[in-house]
């Protein structure tokens, strides 16, 4: 009988992520002061994030960052998480190509977002910090950093983009469950929430307000740190693991990829499979494929403008040289959920100019239809 | 470090489901037919489920049954699944006691269910059947056997209690992505349904209800098998799976059981963790201890009568020696959706009387307590 899975034994676990920005033919252009735009030093992004975060954030010469023991032990309570060969669904497409899948679905919380809320939170605990802070759409990284800081013994607060709140309840649920207080974004909590409210009383969120409510609470706040989910690097960086694994379970299989294919939201799903990869294709000389696939309904890798934007729809976050639809994007309510973030992350927008990888854009109803052939085929309902 | 998952490879994974039957002391009494108070035969059973199912039921001879390569196959995608030591669980409680739980979890839809609606379903499409139907509380079952049916290519139907319909929509999505009917019970659609609504046109459902209506259109429908996800004889063969894969596990790890814990619906989790270990109080003179968690608002286990009584509400199934509550056991709305079912299971009740297993009643807070203690400790948030 063929093999289905490849998973790695706890002593096979990589013990260092892998840091893209080493090996980058180009650097990401420097983020920017909003006032001064100047290049900012880790010690001014200090204010908002954990100190440690802050300095991976701009760690453009070290290939390999150590994950911190208290990290890895969390780690191995879900990791390493399958690498499986999908049979079923080649048959089903009458494909030739070898399909393989990294299933992170078995990860606490059901995403691969806990692999970055775990380090974030433990960063900032021991830098003193007592609270954290961030935002979510569907809720996976809400979850998640909910979760994280229930681990490491921090408060946390979660700004959820409203339609997502009112139409998955059971999301907040879950983070009430780890202790985490949950507010509809955009709220009365903030300036920021505020001050949307009050232009449109209907707003029913967007990530970019969900960020700014969060990021004014970490501002106004002693003790307390902002998170982010995605688009940054130095999350890209935690995410890497899962490409770090993948690696040696395609080297169990006897297989390297022609092709790395990932959706894309901020990047961190889609840095994390690839980035390990893709140092092959910059150091070794490989020429396997990188695909980012993104939501017609916010194409910002395929039809975005390459320009410093803010993080955020207030404007309190950095300016970051990316590809972007404009801080001030807002998604269709019934699309609000994930996946809309309307930046595309330093890192990912870089490589894109560099020719490293692209983008493709899918349709909703297709994405759906193959939703539908995957968990006929290989029994897991994706999230679409 | 210490390790804190266990996992096989998959050649180590098990071949043969283990049948308690035929190592008990004393055999569970036979099903009778409900007029003539007749033992039935694998051949009057087969008139409403599969064939092999039947004789698998009656089986009390062959300790070991191999299992099929199609289901093994199927098996594959997702099993082994993880023992894990429970560290924090134990650090957070102050015990000097080592926990393990096996977390069925990762399996395709999130719980142990699909281990036997594969072979369900694979027995039932060999056999010629074009159809099957059956009975859902919460979902997990009917979603269990929506995917399975659709693995080996059958139709489902699935009558679902209706409250838990209406409590958690997704469920219902869940198993229609699948390809399945599901109806809220009770229904319009039989005769069993319309007599609950006639007599009672709020009732908001209980499993045994829903049981009515599916053997009913499994009677009435050629081509059609009912299945069954718990109770009975031949689904805790299939779940034997788990327990055999612990007991690998366990040796791993260098350790025996001095308890089996489990919780109670009808027995399939129960069963399939525990009887695999049982047969070696049985026949190696272990001594560990066995322990079904029921809840306290349906302590069949604890505060039920041991006599024949019907599977179903209408009484359309045999009937079965078990402990019970009687089949006309309507648990409140807010409970129905799971382990509320009124029976045992033969087999289990057989070894209560013979004192080789016992129950526990549990009440609601304390379990949702419990609940929580362990999402916040081990990451995982469990069904309550």
Redesign the interface.
Known sequence: ?K???F?LE?KEMPTQWYNIQADMPNKPLPPLHPGTRQPLTWEDLAHIFPAECCKQELNTTDRWIDIP?PV??KY???RSTPM?RAYELEKALGTPAHIYFKNES?N??GSHK?NSALPQCYYAKQEGTTNVTTETGAGQWGAALS?AA??FGLEAAVYQVKISMLQKPYRSS?MR???ATVEGSPSMSTRAGKDVITKNPTHMGSLGTAISEAVELAMTTPGCKYTLGSVLNHVALHQSIIGLEAEKQMEKAGEYPDMVIACFGGGSNFGGIAFPFMRHNILDGKKTEFIAAEPESCPKLTRGKFEYDFGDEAGLTPLLPMYTLGHDFRPANIHAGGLRYHGAGMIVSQLIKDGLMHGVDIPQLETFEAG?LF??T????PAP
């Not at 290989?378 to 309902?381: N, V």
């Open positions: 009988m093999q289905k899975k998973i706890e023991e890895l032990e191995r309570f879900y499986v078995t606490p919380l806990v979760y229930s681990v879950i469950t780890f202790g539908v968990a006929r290989e029994g897991i309902i």
